[in-house]
């Protein structure tokens, strides 16, 4: 466990900060039943749908000012909404102008996360040209896809998401694919991988679990879905994954990848993981210590703590008038950031697996742990059976490595170990509930044998 000293230096400023855009804010041509952004317009009640769009301002103040927040010498920029594609190529050409105007000695890379319905040959030739990694949202086969990932007027959107990304492969844009796990289609584990994999073709894979409540009565801010402040009065909604059945699909796909995939495709809380083995740094805000340095920022230049805690009372302020580094360095950016290490449940901090999550994003800390104390991970079950399924490769991948090979050296070994020899309980708690959704504690259940 980490212990905080005296005499310990104070946490220096970041030597990088992100800070993903949302030029179109809240603004998208589709509607995703558990999208928990789409709400947000009802922050700006005075915007016109039409009035989304970030300007030509606020656009040089952020790309300016993000490049100067940067001790390192590659800027990544992420472009997210809503949906970005809505602002059209053109607001994007001179995006990437004004990058090269203010880059410096610095590379800059872009990152564009899109449903790809309007992705057509001109944004094809300008994604390959720019060298934009493109992160298309899909969430399986066609009839998974649909069910909650449907138009504004409920239509399904699957076969025009495929046709984006036939165009992305014509033009040969890298893409990787990010899938929304809820409670329909965490069940499918082999399913969606293959389908990814060997249809869709990504190489590198996402899975976010979604996980959201909604208030029993109408916060002030008139947003539905809560954060972890709300202990009560706010109910789990019926679209979100299961804890438990997280930690199944993603060991389902783990024992897919892990024989034959590694090294081939990336899956990252994988690669995540196998880091906190290794003893890294995860490079995944969820699983650090600490979090705080990745915030967003909205079409009209308001800049917010986290993408998950998009609500009045972490708005840090706007581009015109605090920069983005004043706003990093704020004492309330970064206490945002060292509550996610501050306020873990001594339960969590005498887990087994602290290392590999340290509690999981804080949005998500609204259970209580076995002993009654809140900020419990909602998804610690879940955490629990996988982190437990997999240590026994995740420590054999990281032996390969130490010893300079390979961590596709195991390949050869887990081959020969059929899938029903793994045991689905390992490193479930005794006062968990039991992964078979039986609703008992494990040990009442199938911790009892």
Same mark, same amino acid.
């Given at each position: ?7 310990q ?42 009035q989304?769009?970030?300007g ?14 940067? %001790? $390192? ?7 997210? !909404? &809503? #949906? /970005? @594609?809505?602002?059209? *190529? ?21 990152a ?30 066609? %009839? $998974? ?7 504004? !007027? &409920? #239509? /399904? @959107?699957?076969?025009? *998401? ?26 499918h ?29 109408l ?8 954060? /972890? ?21 993603l ?24 880091a ?20 967003i ?31 990093a ?20 901090r ?5 290392f ?94």
């Amino acid at each position: 466990m980490t212990t905080i000293h005296p005499n310990q230096p104070k946490i220096k400023r970041p030597l990088a900060v992100h800070v993903m855009a949302k030029p179109s804010g809240a603004i998208c041509n589709i509607d995703c039943t558990y999208c928990f952004y789409l709400e947000k317009e009802k922050l700006y009640p005075d915007k016109a749908r039409g009035q989304w769009k970030m300007g030509d301002e606020e656009l040089e103040a952020y790309v300016k000012q993000y490049i100067e927040a940067q %001790d $390192i010498p590659v800027v990544n920029f992420a472009w997210q !909404g &809503g #949906e /970005p @594609t809505l602002m059209g *190529v053109d607001f994007y050409r001179k995006a990437v102008k004004l990058q090269k105007q203010y880059a410096g000695k610095k590379q800059i890379s872009n990152a564009f996360q899109t449903n790809a319905i309007l992705i057509d040959d001109e944004w094809g030739e300008f994604l390959a040209q720019e060298k934009f990694l493109i992160g298309v949202s899909i969430d399986g086969p066609e %009839d $998974i896809h649909n069910r909650y990932r449907v138009g504004r !007027g &409920g #239509e /399904p @959107t699957w076969d025009k *998401v495929m046709a984006g990304i036939e165009v992305l492969k014509k033009h040969n844009v890298e893409f990787n694919t990010l899938t929304v796990l809820h409670k329909h289609n965490a069940d499918h584990p082999k399913e969606l991988y293959q389908f990814l994999t060997r249809e869709v073709g990504s190489h590198f894979l996402q899975f976010i679990p979604i996980v959201e409540r909604v208030a029993d009565k109408l916060p002030a801010h008139f947003l539905q879905l809560v954060g /972890p402040e709300f202990r009560d009065g706010a109910t789990v909604t019926e679209w979100s994954v299961g804890s438990e059945q997280y930690g199944r699909f993603l060991n389902g796909v783990f024992d897919q990848w892990v024989r034959k995939d590694i090294g081939q495709y990336f899956i990252q809380i994988f690669d995540t993981t196998l880091a906190g083995w290794m003893g890294q740094n995860p490079g995944l805000c969820i699983f650090a210590e600490t979090c705080g340095d990745a915030m967003i920022i909205e079409h009209n230049g308001d800049v917010y703590s986290c993408d998950h805690y998009v609500y009045p009372e972490y708005n840090l302020g706007n581009v015109a008038d605090t920069t983005i580094r004043e706003m990093a360095e704020s004492p309330k950016q970064r206490k945002f950031g060292t509550d996610k290490r501050d306020t873990l449940p001594e339960y969590c901090r005498k887990c087994e697996f602290r290392f590999a999550c340290n509690g999981g994003c804080p949005k998500q800390r609204f259970t209580k742990t076995p002993d009654g104390e809140d900020g419990l991970n909602y998804l610690c079950a879940g955490y629990k059976t996988f982190f437990g399924h997999t240590q026994p490769y995740m420590k054999a991948m990281v032996k390969e490595l130490r010893n300079g090979q390979p961590a596709a050296n195991i390949m050869q070994k887990t081959s020969l170990i059929p899938e029903s020899s793994h045991n689905p309980y390992t490193g479930v708690g005794r006062n968990d509930n039991c992964p078979c959704d039986s609703g008992k504690k494990f040990k009442r259940c199938h911790g009892s044998t």
